[in-house]
């Protein structure tokens, strides 16, 4: 299993790159130029066949979420809690990563996925098992979970 991390999302949903999270640590070592994100591509996605037989993505990678911003160019409050988290985020088109692995011949485990309501989209009205059941759409074929009876639940259509 290949692991694909990454340091945060920024407010436009884009996956952010900060030494130590920017790439595998081997490649650090060796001072191989090429982050994570090059792991996703059809080309990297092949390397990694050649000694995984899946990968482990941050979920963010395969469809990740915006804040909604306002007139002052900041974050709107969609949850109206005073905060900004991701519960004030709205979800993105997913990406071609799945499929892209699927068609290199890797599985796709996304992680993590919790049942805090800080940490949902605003898309999912606090329910987990809408994340969950969004991901397994997306055809991913196994997730991490803090939750596994939660995830059992959404995989189930419960």
């Known amino acids: 299993?290949?692991?694909?991390?990454?340091?945060?999302?920024?407010?436009?949903?884009?996956?952010?790159?900060?030494a130590p999270f920017d790439k595998p640590y081997d490649f650090a070592v060796a001072k191989d130029a090429r982050t994570f994100p090059d792991l996703l591509t059809p080309k990297g996605l092949a390397e990694v066949k050649t000694y995984a037989d899946g990968i482990g993505p941050w979920k963010p990678y395969?469809?990740?979420?915006?804040?909604?911003?306002?007139p002052?160019?900041?974050p709107r409050d969609l949850?109206?809690?005073?905060?900004?988290?991701?519960?004030?985020?709205v979800a993105l088109p997913p990406t071609?990563?799945?499929?892209?692995?699927?068609a290199a011949g890797l599985f796709v485990h996304a992680y993590t996925f919790r049942s805090e309501q800080p940490g949902?989209?605003?898309d999912y009205k606090g329910d987990?098992?809408?994340?969950?059941?969004?991901?397994?759409?997306?055809?991913?074929?196994?997730?991490?979970?803090?939750?596994?009876?939660?995830?059992?639940?959404?995989?189930a259509g419960k």
Do not use: W
């Open 96 to 102: 071609d990563v799945v499929k892209n692995a699927h």
């Open 1 to 18: 299993m290949q692991l694909v991390d990454a340091d945060d999302v920024d407010s436009k949903g884009n996956v952010t790159l900060v």
């Open 62 to 70: 395969l469809a990740s979420a915006a804040h909604v911003m306002g």
């Open 128 to 155: 987990p098992k809408a994340e969950y059941k969004r991901f397994f759409a997306l055809g991913v074929d196994g997730l991490f979970s803090d939750f596994p009876d939660t995830a059992f639940a959404a995989r």
């Open 72 to 74: 002052d160019g900041k």
């Open 79 to 89: 949850n109206g809690d005073g905060k900004i988290s991701d519960a004030d985020r």
């Open 120 to 122: 949902l989209l605003s």
